[in-house]
């Protein structure tokens, strides 16, 4: 393999955090809505606020290294 | 029926071995395929809407497509003419002593011969002109604008001669459900009171603008298939719409929160000041982002996994191809409404946190 892309490692490391981050949400969610199925809705808004905001930091990373890549 | 699902599962292991020998075989004579050439332009705006492609009885290659409108404003002078002037390129069009060439679905001023100037990184150093042409994104864009008028004009008028608590027909069906889960389950629990009504026409129309245009980029052939909520100057737009929308009609308290943080430390406040300052602006650049980068990464995703059968060169990874261009394809639909909703109910949340009373 000539010319590793250090870009696409980078990408790599990206993707794995935002994913452990919206996993972890998605399991905090699911269990708190399996104690309260009253308030799912909330939680379900919160959950995508949270996982938005996630996604938000994950897409600054992207660009920088697809910029610099 | 066990075995055929066993042969099945072996096929779909065996295809990549089958078709790379294949490409060996094939990578000989036929040129490369360029596929990041082939992604960037299908992303990309263009001045002419392509529909089709083929290769006639003599063996040439016709595209067929529509041109579009190319509205150019230099030197005072209004110039209105059709893309189809360019030739693709080739032909130079005068306007007011200099000339207009299209070079990579751009428009660039040159002289006379139609020159290029590069700079070391083989970047184009021509000026622009100002260029308000209807290209192949705002055709796709106006298209959804007026699907949307339509649509709206009439469900409107239908309530307007039934009156608003007869019971639904026809669109309405379709659009009332849509209306009012935005209302009660994203604009109402975050902004409070009588306030959320106010806000209501530009959140709902963000909320369909960004779904249609999503739905029509979607559509592979020739009226959709355009980028343009991948745009980033789309989502710029209307990023800066929620900009002004949140700090316009900001409370004092909002306000106070950001320039004067109560009930802290004085050297707290000069750190937190600068970073409230900056948060201001941060998330309508992250709306921005948020929506160019989920719709143009499906677009990419969908004709990557449509090229593998021409990078592979071969026909056997076709089923492959176009099962999982398939799978990306239906949850792109997913992704189409859910980058709207998440769009509207952050606009509303931030728009909540600017005009809502402290509690």
């Known amino acids: 393999m000539e010319g590793i892309n250090l870009t696409v490692i980078g990408l790599g490391i990206i993707v794995f955090g935002a994913a452990y981050g919206i996993g972890s949400i998605g399991k905090a969610a699911m269990e708190a809505m399996a104690r309260q199925p009253e308030i799912s809705s909330k939680i ?17 990373a992207i660009v920088v290294a697809w910029l610099n890549g | 029926m066990n075995a055929v699902k066993k042969l099945i599962f072996l096929w779909l292991f065996l295809i990549p071995v089958v078709a790379y020998a294949e490409s060996e075989a ?41 041109p579009l409108p190319v509205i150019i404003w230099h030197r005072g002078q209004l110039q209105v003419f059709l893309s189809s002037r360019f030739e693709g390129g080739k032909t130079l069009v005068a306007a007011g002593g200099d000339y207009l060439k299209l070079y990579h679905e751009k428009v660039y001023l040159t002289d006379a011969e139609g020159t290029i100037h590069y700079d070391d990184a083989h970047n184009v150093l021509n000026a ?23 649509v709206f004009i009439s469900v409107a008028r239908v309530y ?30 975050q902004i409070d009171g009588h306030k959320a009504d106010r806000f209501m ?3 709902l129309t963000i909320f369909f603008f960004i779904w249609f245009n999503n739905l029509l980029g979607l559509i592979p052939f020739f009226p959709g298939g355009a980028n343009m909520s991948g745009n980033i100057s789309f989502t710029f737009t209307l990023a800066v719409f929620t900009f002004f929308a949140t700090n316009l009609f900001g409370s004092r308290h909002y306000y106070k929160e950001i320039f004067w943080p109560p009930g802290i430390p004085i050297y707290v406040k000069l750190i937190l000041i600068p970073i409230e300052i900056i948060g201001l602006f941060t998330k309508p650049f992250a709306l921005m982002l948020r929506l160019f980068a989920n719709i143009t990464a499906g677009h990419i995703i969908v004709l990557s996994l449509a090229s593998i059968i021409f990078v592979l060169h071969s026909i056997s990874v076709a089923p492959l191809s176009i099962f999982l261009s398939l799978i990306i394809y239906s949850l792109e639909f997913l992704v189409a409404l859910l980058q709207a909703y998440i769009f509207t109910l952050l606009s509303a949340l931030f728009i909540g946190l600017a005009v809502n009373e402290h509690h």
């Open chain 2, 128 to 150: 622009k002109p100002l260029n308000f042409s209807i290209t192949k994104n705002v055709a796709s864009m106006l298209l959804a604008s007026l699907l949307m008028a339509m």
């Open chain 1, 44 to 60: 379900q808004t919160a959950m995508i606020v949270v996982a938005a905001l996630i996604e938000g930091a994950t897409l600054f």
């Open chain 2, 201 to 203: 026409p530009f959140l």
């Open chain 2, 26 to 66: 094939a990578a000989k004579d036929a040129p490369k395929f360029d596929v990041t050439g082939m992604i960037m332009h299908h992303i990309g705006d263009a001045y002419v809407f392509h529909m089709v492609s083929f290769t006639n009885g003599r063996g040439e290659k016709v595209h067929v497509s529509l």
């Open chain 2, 160 to 189: 307007s001669r039934r009156g608003g608590l007869s019971v639904p027909k026809g669109l309405q069906l379709l659009v009332e459900p849509i209306v009012l889960y935005v209302r009660d389950d994203i604009v109402r629990t």
